[in-house]
């Protein structure tokens, strides 16, 4: 399941490297720091007002500022007089990441096409923009189109080669190519080990992305490296204690190693930090079932029916698998 796998985009903060060219109005700026301390407060309508603000005022130039020689230096000089300056739409291509960062607020906010729309007028107004194709790709995923989202991910990298979220997300999609299910397991064997590729190359751009290790840690646990996986989940979890999907993880890894003890640990925390992780239910259950714990093995499964109502048919092969596995050793 692809839930287990964590995305990476891309939000600027002013902090050199969002470019901004000397006719960008200091309110626009203003608006858009606004915005983005609100973004990362989770305050999401906030931040999509305070970019939007920033956009409209990035979007037109002030005509008492206006020279025939700062016009030519914009990204789109498209005039050279102040009447046609108040016609302008873009100029500035800081409106473009503006754009890139009101889709990100919107695609949070689950408005997947007001995102798309927001990254498509981004990479219209400057086509160099490498996170406006990777957050772009997040959201042709998440519409289905997995064709798009690589095509916006290979972008992004040829733009940027050391984007190492764009390595995370193309990835993860070449990790849920493989996984999607046992004929595509088959199938894409190569896929799986592109996805390891492209997480080792993203940590190498940047060993602190906890989401790079715990991302390389289920597709080492899936190609049954236990150990290398507990490792990248320790390492995921040093830099993100509060990574619900990698104590998950982690707790996979021990259960197949018959740790069964850190095993339910692990999905302890996992469910103490998100009590939504439907499959740390079925597995902490599965490991009461291996213990001989039916009642309190049933509670979880309740949990993970609840909440994932379409994967009955595989708890339900779970289960039987884990009572075979223990009248074997009776």
């Known amino acids: 399941m692809l839930e287990r796998f964590l995305f990476s985009l891309v939000i600027f903060l002013l902090c050199g490297y969002l470019l901004v060219q000397a006719q960008t109005p200091s309110s626009a700026i203003d608006h858009y720091e606004h915005g983005a301390k609100r973004f990362q407060k989770g305050d999401l309508d906030g931040a999509i007002e305070e970019f939007t603000k920033a956009i409209s005022i990035s979007s037109h130039l002030d005509s008492t500022q206006l020279t ?11 005039a050279v007089s102040a009447g046609e300056a108040r016609e302008i739409t873009v100029i500035d291509p800081f409106t473009a990441n503006a754009y890139t960062s009101r889709g990100l607020a919107r695609y949070r906010k689950g408005d997947v096409d007001g995102a798309i729309a927001d990254y498509e007028i981004a990479i219209q107004i400057n086509p160099g923009l490498a996170a406006a194709y990777l957050n772009r790709g997040c959201t042709r995923y998440a519409k289905g189109d997995r064709d798009g989202a690589l095509a916006d991910w290979n972008r992004a990298l040829r733009i940027d080669p050391r984007l190492y979220e764009a390595y995370n997300n193309r990835g993860l999609l070449r990790a849920n190519l493989a996984y999607n299910d046992r004929g595509l397991l088959r199938a894409n064997l190569l896929d799986i ?9 993203a940590i190498t751009l940047n060993p602190r992305s906890a989401e790079a290790y715990s991302n390389r840690g289920w597709v080492r646990r899936d190609k049954g490296d236990f150990d290398g996986a507990i490792l990248d989940f320790n390492r995921a979890l040093k830099l993100n204690p509060e990574m619900a999907w ?31 992780v439907a499959n740390a239910y079925m597995n902490r259950g599965l490991v009461l079932l291996l213990q001989g714990n039916e009642k309190e093995a049933e509670k979880d499964f309740e949990r993970f029916r609840a909440l994932a109502p379409d994967l009955k048919d595989e708890l339900d092969r779970s289960i039987k698998l884990a009572r075979e596995l223990r009248a074997e050793k009776h």
């Open 68 to 78: 025939r020689s700062n016009v030519l230096s914009g990204a789109n000089a498209f």
């Open 193 to 201: 080990d592109g996805a390891l590729a492209d997480f080792n190359q």
């Open 246 to 276: 990698a104590y998950h993880g982690r707790g996979t890894a021990w259960m197949s190693k018959v740790d069964f003890k850190r095993a339910i640990a692990d999905f302890n925390r996992a469910l103490e930090l998100d009590p939504n």
